[in-house]
């Protein structure tokens, strides 16, 4: 499956944002989605995944309470709501897929995405 991250931009600090990411090639249903981060110097994160139905999310809990993802398999996107932002927030979003097991101790797993998109920048402001 090929991904392509997009939503990008600069916002201020307690603004919002939303990014999308587009799937091709594959069902998208058929993969778990995942949205990464890496900001300078620091190791890459999964801040958020979610099932193949959306039935289970998971959250980092750098992100939890801010940040809502989703996904619409009949358009094969999903999506990063990012609410509250702040300036840690500042990096480049990678959206991934894997193909797992679509359970709660499996979307919180790190290891496993070999899809990715380009990435997105996400500067906020202070």
């Known amino acids: 499956v090929q991904l392509q991250a997009y939503g990008g931009g600069l916002v201020q600090a307690g603004g919002s944002l939303r990014l999308s990411c587009a799937a091709s090639?594959?069902?998208?249903?058929?993969?778990?989605g995942g949205w990464f981060r890496q900001a300078p110097g620091k190791e890459r994160e999964l801040i958020t995944a979610?099932?193949?139905?959306?039935?289970?999310?998971y959250y980092a809990d750098s992100v939890k309470g801010r940040f809502t993802i989703s996904r619409d398999n009949a358009k094969n996107m999903m999506y990063l709501q990012m609410n509250s932002l702040a300036p840690e927030d500042t990096t480049v979003y990678y959206c991934?897929?894997?193909?797992?097991?679509?359970?709660?101790?499996?979307?919180?797993?790190?290891?496993?995405?070999?899809?990715w998109g380009q990435g997105t920048l996400v500067t906020v402001s202070s």
């Open positions: 991934t897929a894997k193909q797992s097991v679509g359970s709660a101790f499996h979307v919180r797993m790190s290891s496993g995405y070999d899809y």
């Open positions: 090639g594959r069902t998208f249903s058929n993969y778990v």
């Open positions: 979610i099932t193949q139905s959306g039935s289970i999310t």
